[in-house]
Structures are given as structure tokens and as C-alpha cells.
Antibody, heavy 120, light 108 residues
Framework: QVTLRESGPALVKPTQTLTLTCSFS??????????MGWIRQPPGKALEWLAR???????FYNTSLRTRLTISKDTSKNQVVLTMTNMDPVDTATYYC????????????WGRGILVTVSS | EIVLTQSPGTLSLSPGERATLSCRAS???????LVWYQQKPGQAPRLLIY???SRATGIPDRFSGSGSGRVFTLTISRLEPEDCAVFYC?????????FGQGTKVEIK
């Protein structure tokens, strides 16, 4: 079955770079049509899509965060990595790793999420 | 980008009652690509409905979706205590994918 698990720091300081890793199983990101991404949710607030990477290494980003985000994949390790530079307290949120459904841009599997707090 | 507005913000109902949640889009949703997620406290969202009206695997038939164009509805026909959650709609026809702000369903 499909599983996703996020890992990374629970606390980062303002201006630092956040690096999150998603380790997954049950499918391969080298298979045509497979795509994965990241979504975040500030405490008590709504969901915000951040980035996506496709099996062919195409990458897509939230326009407002584009300059701060990088998404990459390591197919051999079944991992996807998200980096976000210049972290700010407003970036405090739970960050979810997701798998995109095959045909449309919605998300059929989610990791349990990782809460990242930005504070000095 | 497409803005989704959900209403009401909070719905407080008794077990067995019918819940009707609304999601309105700022422009027509391409191919009615509208999905609903359920998020229970402390958990990740779970896919409930895709393609506006198709239930995801394992979702009870008391959950149903309807609508087209700019207006979509999630109906829970007979509320159960475990349905206490926040429900989000998301449009998937345009990039970027966007979410509504959520409707909280409380069980009296």
C-alpha cells in the first residue's frame, strides 16, 4: 500500500533554510504519470499548495513562493525533498507530503505531516 | 488563480441530521474537477469525493457530492459522531490547485 512520511526539523530560526524529506513506498516516482508534491497548513488555517515534481522531473511552484522553493527527487531512494529559504515566523505550519492523482491535480495520499515552527 | 469560498464556516448539528456544505468558485471549474477532503483533529486530510460526485475508496455512502460550474455541494445524509471534522473543497482543473477555507462540522 502507499505510504508517505515526512521528516525534518521541528524548529528553525528566522532566515534559515528549511529542508524537508518525504520518504514513500508503494509506488515509484520513475513510473510515467506519477507526481508528488507538498502542501502546508498554518495552525488553525487552510491548506496551501506549495510545489510539485513529476516523474519526468518537471517542477511546478506556488507563484508567490517561487523564489524560495526548490523541489527535487531521488528515485533510487524513493524520496522527495523540499527546500524553503529565508524562513519567517509566518511560515510556521504543518507541512504535508502528497501524491497527486494520476489524471487530475488532486491528492489521493497524504503523509501525516510535520509541524515546523519558525522562531528565534 | 481560482478562489473557493466555503459556507457556512461552522455547522452544528445532531447525530442523524443532514449536513449540507457549499463551495463556490470565483470562476467556472474546468471539467468540474472539484474534490472534497475531510480533516479530523490532529490528522492529515483524507480524500472523500473526486470529480465533484465520485466517492473515494472506502468512503461511506452517506457522503455525496454534487454540483457543476461554480457551485458545488457536499452532503452528509445522516451525521454520525465520527463525522466531526473540517471539510475542505479543492479545485483541480486549473494550476495552481486551490483550496477553500474549510467548513467545520460539529456534532451536538
Amino acid at each position: 500500500q502507499v505510504t508517505l512520511r515526512e521528516s525534518g526539523p521541528a524548529l528553525v530560526k528566522p532566515t534559515q533554510t528549511l529542508t524537508l524529506t518525504c520518504s514513500f513506498s508503494g509506488f515509484s516516482l520513475s513510473t510515467t504519470g506519477e507526481c508528488m508534491g507538498w502542501i502546508r497548513q498554518p495552525p488553525g488555517k487552510a491548506l496551501e499548495w506549495l510545489a510539485r515534481i513529476d516523474w519526468d522531473d518537471d517542477q511546478f511552484y506556488n507563484t508567490s513562493l517561487r523564489t524560495r522553493l526548490t523541489i527535487s527527487k531521488d528515485t533510487s531512494k524513493n524520496q522527495v525533498v523540499l527546500t524553503m529559504t529565508n524562513m519567517d515566523p509566518v511560515d510556521t505550519a504543518t507541512y504535508y507530503c502528497v501524491r497527486k492523482a494520476r489524471k487530475w491535480n488532486y491528492f489521493d495520499f497524504w503523509g501525516r505531516g510535520i509541524l515546523v515552527t519558525v522562531s528565534s | 488563480e481560482i478562489v473557493l469560498t466555503q459556507s457556512p464556516g461552522t455547522l452544528s448539528l445532531s447525530p442523524g441530521e443532514r449536513a449540507t456544505l457549499s463551495c463556490r468558485a470565483s470562476q467556472s471549474v474546468i471539467d468540474n474537477c472539484l474534490v472534497w477532503y475531510q480533516q479530523k483533529p490532529g490528522q492529515a486530510p483524507r480524500l472523500l469525493i473526486y470529480g465533484a460526485s465520485s466517492r473515494a475508496t472506502g468512503i461511506p455512502d452517506r457522503f455525496s457530492g454534487s454540483g457543476s460550474g461554480r457551485v458545488f455541494t457536499l452532503t452528509i445524509s445522516r451525521l454520525e459522531p465520527e463525522d466531526c471534522a473540517v471539510f475542505y473543497c479543492q479545485q483541480c482543473g486549473s494550476t495552481p490547485p486551490t483550496f477553500g477555507q474549510g467548513t467545520k462540522v460539529e456534532i451536538k
